[in-house]
């Protein structure tokens, strides 16, 4: 009965990534979005990250700053997580505190570790694993267009791309030429969230989807 309530709180944390939380932050607000004067399609700020995303992998370590009014935000505003993408490998870390909780998805199997309790639970890959840990997805999208809007309180220029079907849409969001974020949303009120980009890079080894060889395994 443990283990099952440990793999129901990991997977729980796992479904975090998408609820996100809000921020504190206090800025001029847009009351309205604006459009600005489109650039040249070679002088897009997003296009490497959109290429980044889209090659397959990548590492990224980021905060949800806010999400869908309809579900409770998370219990820390100061969650970090970072993903580690390549194929269908993969390596999502949950970081709450002092607490570190990684799922890893490899070889056909995922598995959770609890690295307090030096731990390791098997359990099948979720149907939706990618839809549920902030995996950001651009296979099909189109560029739209490009404007200004609010994040995390801040205006700050965006570029926006959209899927073919119109179901999901990525904003990339800028400071100067910096990318500081990602507004994603996807349609029928399924998903929305802001997700503040701390650190993104094609640096992704094989270690990252090292399995700790001391732990104990739990099936």
């Known amino acids: ?18 609820i996100g939380c ?7 607000l847009v009351p309205e979005e604006e459009r600005i004067v489109e650039p040249e399609q070679g002088e897009l700020l997003s296009k490497p990250y959109a290429n980044l995303f889209g090659s397959g992998k990548y590492y990224m370590k980021y905060k ?11 219990e820390d505003p100061d969650t970090v997580y970072e993903i580690f993408i390549d194929g269908d490998k993969m390596s999502n870390i949950t970081l709450v505190g002092d607490q570190k ?13 609890m690295h307090d ?20 997805e651009t296979k099909g999208m189109e560029y739209q267009g490009s404007g200004r809007t609010e994040f995390a309180g801040i205006a700050r220029n965006y570029e926006e791309y959209i899927s073919a079907d119109g ?15 990602l507004q994603v949303s996807k349609a029928l009120g399924q998903a929305k969230y802001d997700m503040e980009i701390l650190e993104i890079n094609g640096n992704v080894t094989i270690r990252a989807f090292d399995l700790p060889s001391d732990y104990a395994m739990v099936n």
Do not use: H, W
């Open 1 to 18: 009965m443990k283990n099952k309530n440990l793999l129901l709180v990991c997977l729980v944390l796992v479904a975090v990534v998408l």
């Open 22 to 28: 809000s921020s504190d932050k206090k800025d001029v």
């Open 64 to 74: 949800l700053v806010s999400d869908n009014t309809e579900v409770e935000p998370a």
């Open 101 to 113: 909780l990684q799922n890893i998805v490899v070889d056909g199997q995922m598995f959770i570790i």
């Open 117 to 136: 309790q030096r731990m390791i639970i098997t359990t099948e890959i979720p149907q939706n694993i990618r839809q549920n840990t902030g995996i950001v």
């Open 167 to 181: 179901y999901e849409t990525i904003r990339y969001i800028f400071d100067g030429d910096r990318l500081v974020g």
